[in-house]
């Protein structure tokens, strides 16, 4: 009986400790903090999305940035459409609201990128846990094909960072990573003048965006993001338009992706172009002065023009007259711009003067006063006399002229190429030397595309003409020397035979001397 009876009360106790286990593990897992993480290198920064789901309510959070608080240029969280910025203390980054939440969505862009004559380095922070709560953490972060990669807390393959863990309190991994600027394709937006036009019924957009190069693969396209309310109606070069098919677009839930194919791409690190934008919106009593386009940009100045005059709340910091009646307002910088909807818009009231025709010229003057940034552009300019437009047709003839021989030239360029490429393999040149060739290469096919541009503007239809055609051909010539960069590349990294690098390199030499040809029949039927 007594054996019984403590058979019973070991049962009893073992079904207790199994329920306080239980209960315990239960208690546990409620405790736990949810974290989900994906970063990217983009446009010259590193940009870190998390979404964090706490397991009880609270109205602020840390994490931990290690000793990267002076590389951290943006950071803000997000709850219920109420945004915070954060605040770094420290190894700490702080975010503090005015109430709870049990979830919240961090934005965070780290000055991670450093270069010097060969290399391209990254070191930035992960944070994986909020101060004080162990948490669950999945996701990733993209750095690069071409990079090599050490993360001390997550798996890296492919230039990808993974993360799949129970993380303490606190933890942050620190991720560094490099790779030859040979192998780097890298863009930064260092300058954005934005010029927004009022008219009855409509804001126009006018940004042009400062790009620099900073690695030595070439940057073939540029991607920006608008809010679908917005339409764009032209893309431009400093010298030309883009035409349409060097324009895609795609339609997401509440934006539209645009990808523009850089006319010329930009070659090696240190080249610099401007692109700009032309997009439109209706007017509803606001402008969204400090929208973002995607890429982060830290400089940037922002007017607001009318034929008449305006009431601006935030109120302007200077205002200029352009003309007889149109006015400019100068805003000042509100702070980084990143993604739209970070800035509250800018309220607007206008009053339009009453006009005869004279805003379009006015406009065009406002917005090349912008680019070249003189206020003191504007010229008006009379009747010219004849002896004027004698010296206008005799440059006009020099211009053809040159642009005949920058053609010939650029097709000579091409044909000596491809000769230097086949006696440096003839006499067993090894692929540093063949990249090198090639860079040098895109580099003056860009000076002799930028020249040529210039040349042809001036020729008024003529050279519109020419440019729709030449873009085509220089489009196809970068494609195929950079298709001849990559199978170099494959080719010291052993990825593919000997024999498949000498079928590929002739086919892309062949095509290249095709292209050259084709080059010099548009010199030879350029209605010059």
Known sequence: MRVERLAILLLVVLMLARTASAQEASQSTAELAHMSIQGRIEYGYALLFASVKFPRPVNSFSLNISDFGDRILLAFARVD????????????????????FTEANVTLVI????????????ALPVPLAPLGVITN??????????????????SSSQGVVKYNLTAVPSACDVVRAWAPLSSVQMVRVTFLNRTILLSPGKVEYVDSLHLVSEGEMPTTSLRLTLPSAFTLDAVEASLFKYPSRYISQYSAKNETLIVISL?????????RSIITLRYSSPLNGTVDAYMGLGPFIQNYTVRVCIEGTAT?????????KVGSSMQCYSLPPAGPLLQPGMYSPVRVTPSFAQTSGGFL??????????VVGAAGYLVLRK???????????????????????????WRNDIITLVKQLREYRARGAGTTKMISLLNSHMRRDSAFSSELRAFLTTLGQRGEKALGTLATIESEINSCVESLLEVERLYRRGRITKHEYKQKVDELEEKLLRLAESLGRVYRQLPL
């Open 263 to 271: 006319l010329p791409a930009l070659q090696g690190a240190g080249q």
């Open 81 to 100: 459409g109420q945004q915070v910025s954060g605040r770094v203390s420290g190894e700490l980054l702080t975010f503090e609201f005015t109430r709870e």
């Open 383 to 409: 009747e010219r006399p004849k002896e004027q437009a004698v010296l206008e047709k005799a440059a006009e003839e020099g211009s053809a002229e040159k642009v005949r021989k920058l053609i010939e030239d």
């Open 312 to 320: 601006l709340s935030p109120s302007a910091s200077r205002v200029e």
């Open 111 to 122: 000055s991670a990128l450093s270069a010097n004559a060969t290399t391209l380095s990254v």
């Open 361 to 370: 010229p006015l406009i065009g003057v406002v917005i090349t006063v912008a």
């Open 137 to 154: 953490v999945t996701g990733s972060f993209t750095i690069g094909t071409a990079f090599t990669v050490e993360t001390i807390l997550g």
